[in-house]
């Protein structure tokens, strides 16, 4: 199998007081290496439970999912967790830094939980700090920095173990307009080097940074469109038609 990440059918069914509610409804995905893809639609429409599924913060009620060709949806809890330390980076929209670490010690902490000597793991959290220009407040706890800051912060984090797929969820939601460009600057940098990227928002100006977008609503997949080259603002008011 060629795509770092692919579904078949994948499906989510919430209970709340005897009534099933489906989240996310027989979705069919693949991503192929090097690709960056956006997730797009309304609040409620499944988008981040799809995101969640993708990276085992959410398990399936029914489908499949595959890493790198390989099954993985029935992984236990631990398997999943050692998964995401090696192959899966995310990135939230509330950041989630570990408010009593500093800068440097998030950053570097996923890398030595994988076992990264710790001289390897302290040059690659360096020279991440330093690629997203904030090298100046390691030393910072998270809640001194900026939102913009922090969520660099988070990126660095996603990366330090080089991921196969950076997973995004509203990565600039939380977000002044500057901030979230120079976010979004950071995460196209880093797919025109090749990183593999899945990101979900609901703002048309974020999803056209993408190769391709998909459309979901009421949990299921509506359409997508490819953007290719394509970053002007007649590619963004293509994205808002779609959405209405």
């Not at 009593?100 to 001289?119: C, F, K, T, Y």
């Not at 922090?150 to 991921?163: D, I, M, S, Y």
């Not at 797929?165 to 307009?177: F, I, R």
């Amino acid at each position: 199998m060629d795509n770092v990440l692919f579904t078949e059918s994948l499906s989510k069914t919430y209970a709340a007081d005897s009534i099933e509610v489906d989240a996310v409804r027989n979705v069919d995905l693949a991503i192929a290496p090097g690709e960056f893809v956006s997730i797009m639609g309304p609040s409620g429409c499944g988008k981040s439970t799809l995101l969640h599924m993708l990276g085992g913060l959410d398990r399936p009620t029914a489908g499949a999912v595959w890493l790198r060709g390989e099954r993985v949806d029935g992984l236990s809890e631990k398997g999943w967790a050692l998964l995401r330390r090696r192959h899966i980076g995310f990135v939230f929209q509330f950041f989630n830094l570990i408010g009593n670490l500093s800068v440097a010690d998030n950053v570097e902490l996923p890398a030595l939980l994988m076992g990264m000597p710790a001289r390897q793991a302290r040059a690659r959290r360096q020279e991440l700090l330093a690629d997203l220009g904030i090298e100046d407040v390691a030393h910072q706890v998270p809640g001194r920095i900026s939102g913009g800051q922090q969520q660099r912060v988070a990126l660095a984090r996603a990366l330090v173990n080089g991921p196969a797929v950076l997973l995004a969820d509203e990565p600039t939601g939380n977000l002044d307009s500057a901030s979230a460009r120079e976010v979004m600057d950071v995460i196209r940098r880093y797919h025109r080097a090749g990183q593999t990227i899945v990101l979900v928002t609901h703002d048309p100006r974020v999803a056209a940074a993408a190769d391709r977008v998909i459309h979901m609503r009421d949990g299921a997949i509506t359409d997508e469109s490819r953007l290719g080259g394509a970053r002007d603002s007649a590619s963004v008011a293509s994205l808002v038609r779609l959405e209405v």
